[in-house]
């Protein structure tokens, strides 16, 4: 799935805090081995330039030109070497990094295992891949959940569905070779409201937006929103369940 049309706002709608930011780069630059890294779905680069700027050698790949060129007019060190690929079919050779990661990316790739597989060839016998996956948590979970019952099968994730937990990931990195050694959570403060979540819905900031027609997006805004003040009270603008948890997932590939 291609974030062409979603570059304007993406950075905007799916920012993260600078102290989440930083504990999740010093996540990174903790369990990576020294050596270039790859990271696939780069997108803004919000993860990979910062990373880049820390002195570490960064790789990124994407399928969104758009997305590719919000990362370069950010990346005025050049630090990052980007360009145009399927994750599912890495132009990489066997072993070509010491180590991979990816967040919020793998939900967006039908074949997602093969993304996997791909991400643990590109890494070296004794490297490290590190897997965010993404999704909702908290009462925004709560919020998207409803909106696929608004929307039905279009909203769910095209990929990888964390729904039901991780043993799939687990189980696809498994296969690819890699073991998981330990899961380190952060934390990311959300300065938003439901007000101005529904606002992103209805403009189609989501991807789970996309498929749905018009027609069919509005009424679920309208039902949505119905249902949050009765959830949760008429004041829609105030914060809205400000503290996420993310879940970096480590995995060591076999030597």
Known sequence: MSFERAADVYDGTRLTDPAALA???????????????????????????????????????????????RLR????????????????????????????????????????????????RSVAPGGVVVVEPGGYSGGW?????????????????????ARGGYIDLDEALAAAGAHKRTVIETRMQIDSSLERFLGEAAGRAYSWTWRAGDGELARAVDAV????????????TQRFSPDAPQSWRVYDLRT
């Open 23 to 69: 504990h999740a780069l010093d996540v990174l630059d903790g369990v990576l081995p020294p050596g270039p890294a790859l990271e696939i779905g780069v997108g803004t680069g919000a993860i990979a330039v910062p990373l880049a700027g820390r002195g570490r050698r960064v790789v990124g790949v994407d399928v969104s030109e758009a997305m590719l060129e």
């Open 73 to 120: 007019g950010k990346d005025g060190a050049g630090g990052v070497a980007v360009a145009i690929a399927d994750a599912t079919r890495l132009p990489i050779a066997d072993g070509a990094f010491a180590g991979a990661y990816c967040r919020w990316v793998l939900h967006l790739i039908a074949p997602w295992r093969d993304a996997v597989y791909e991400l643990c």
């Open 141 to 161: 979970r709560e919020v998207w959940l409803r909106f696929v019952e608004e929307l039905g099968p279009g909203a769910e994730p095209v990929g990888l569905d």
């Open 225 to 236: 929103r119905a249902w949050a003040i009765e959830r949760f009270g008429p004041d829609l």
